[in-house]
C-alpha cells in the first residue's frame, strides 16, 4: 500500500525541511550574524519559491528562548494579514530590545504598514527580520536565495523519505526522480511551482495502482 502524498502541503510547507545554507555558514552563524546588523533590520533576498520562507522559519527556531519572536506570514488576504499587524501594532508595549519581528513577503505591504512596522521597531529597539523578493530601501541583506542543484536533490529526498513505499511501490521513487527534472526544467526558479506539480503527478500515479 503506497501512503499519502509526500508532496502535500503538510510535508512541503515552510519550515517542514529545515533550509541547508551553502558557503559553509550554519544557520546559528547567520543568526548571529543577523544579531550584530548595527541597524537592527534586515532582508531574506531572493526569487519567488527559492526558499525564503523556509529559511525564515528556520532562523526562527534557531532564536534563544530569551528573545520574543513576533511574525508575520502574508496570504492571499493582505487586508486580514494588515488588520493583524495593525492590532500587534497597537498592543506592542511589551516589545523590547530581545524582540524579534519577522514578516514573511514584507513588500506586499502597504507602505503604510511597512512604515508602520519600521517606525514601531525602531523606537523600540526591536529587530525586524523580513523576506521580499528584490532589495528594500535601508534593509541590508541577510541573505540572498536561489536555486541550487544541491538544494534540488535534498528536497527531493526528505520528500520521498515521508512515504512508507512497500518494495512493490520502490520504482515509483525512481520515477519521481525522472519526473523531477522535467517539472523543474519548466519551473527553474520557483520550488514551489515545481512541488505542486510533483503533488498532481504523485495522485496520478498512485491512483493508476488501483
Not at 49 to 57: A, H, I, N, T
Not at 66 to 85: G, P
Not at 135 to 145: A, E
Not at 159 to 184: K, P
Request: hydrophobic letters at 35%; a positive charge; one cysteine or more.
Amino acid at each position: 500500500m503506497i501512503s499519502s502524498n509526500p508532496f502535500s502541503t503538510r510535508y512541503v510547507q515552510p519550515g517542514r525541511i529545515p533550509f541547508q545554507l551553502r558557503g559553509g555558514v550554519s544557520i546559528e552563524q547567520l543568526f548571529v550574524r543577523f544579531l550584530l546588523v548595527p541597524q537592527r533590520r534586515a532582508a531574506i533576498v531572493g526569487p519567488h519559491g527559492s526558499g525564503k520562507s523556509s529559511l525564515l522559519e528556520t532562523l526562527q527556531r534557531s532564536v534563544p528562548e530569551n528573545h520574543q519572536i513576533v511574525a508575520f506570514r502574508l496570504h492571499s488576504d493582505s487586508s486580514k494579514v494588515e488588520q493583524s499587524i495593525s492590532g500587534w501594532c497597537r498592543n506592542s508595549s511589551n516589545w523590547n530590545d530581545r524582540t524579534i519581528v519577522t514578516v514573511d513577503g514584507f513588500e506586499q505591504l502597504s507602505w503604510w504598514a511597512q512604515y508602520r512596522i519600521r517606525t514601531i521597531a525602531q523606537n523600540r529597539q526591536v529587530r525586524l527580520l523580513v523576506t521580499s523578493h528584490k532589495s528594500i530601501f535601508r534593509f541590508p541583506v541577510l541573505w540572498t536565495t536561489q536555486r541550487q542543484a544541491e538544494d534540488d536533490a535534498y528536497v527531493l529526498k526528505e520528500l520521498l523519505a515521508t512515504s512508507e513505499l512497500t518494495s512493490e511501490g520502490l520504482s515509483l521513487r525512481d520515477e519521481a526522480f525522472v519526473y523531477w527534472d522535467e517539472i523543474r526544467s519548466r519551473y527553474p526558479t520557483d520550488m514551489r511551482e515545481a512541488l505542486m506539480g510533483m503533488y498532481d503527478w504523485w495522485e496520478k500515479k498512485t491512483a493508476s495502482n488501483f
